[in-house]
Nanobody, 129 residues
C-alpha cells in the first residue's frame, strides 16, 4: 500500500520561498509519475508540476515555470519536493502531492487529478502582498 505524508507550507510575503515535501511509503523502488496539484479557494484542483521517476523528466504549468522546481530523492526515504521561489499572491492555495505507478501520466500533457491513485493530505501556502 502506497501512502503519501505531506509537510511544509505556511505563510510568506510575496517574493519569498517555501519548500513542500511529501514522503512516499510503500513500494519505494517502482517507477512513478509524481505530481503536485493545487486548489485555490473556490477553484478546482489544477496541476502545477509533474516528474517521471523513470527518466527524470519534469513538466511545469506556464504560471510557475522558472520559479518552481519539482524533485525527488530516494536515498534513505522516498521524498518528493516542490521548491517554490519568487512566490506571488496568486500562488496561495492548498497544495497536494500525488503519485501513480503509471508513468505515462507524466508524458505529453497534464493529466487531471482523477488519474492519480495516491495523494498526500495537502499543505496550505499563503502568500501576502
Amino acid at each position: 500500500q502506497v501512502q503519501l505524508a505531506a509537510s511544509g507550507g505556511g505563510s510568506v510575503q510575496a517574493g519569498g520561498s517555501l519548500r513542500l515535501s511529501c514522503e512516499l511509503s510503500g513500494y519505494r523502488y517502482r517507477p512513478y509519475c509524481l505530481a503536485w496539484f493545487r486548489r485555490g479557494q473556490g477553484k478546482e484542483r489544477e496541476p502545477v508540476a509533474f516528474l517521471n521517476t523513470d527518466n527524470s523528466r519534469t513538466r511545469y504549468v506556464d504560471s510557475v515555470k522558472g520559479r518552481f522546481t519539482v524533485s525527488h530523492d530516494n536515498a534513505e526515504k522516498f521524498m518528493i519536493y516542490l521548491q517554490m521561489n519568487s512566490l506571488k499572491p496568486e500562488d496561495s492555495s492548498m497544495y497536494y502531492c500525488a503519485a501513480d505507478h503509471r508513468v505515462f501520466l507524466c508524458s505529453s500533457e497534464f493529466r487531471g487529478p482523477l488519474n492519480f491513485n495516491y495523494w498526500g493530505q495537502g499543505s496550505q501556502v499563503t502568500v501576502s502582498s
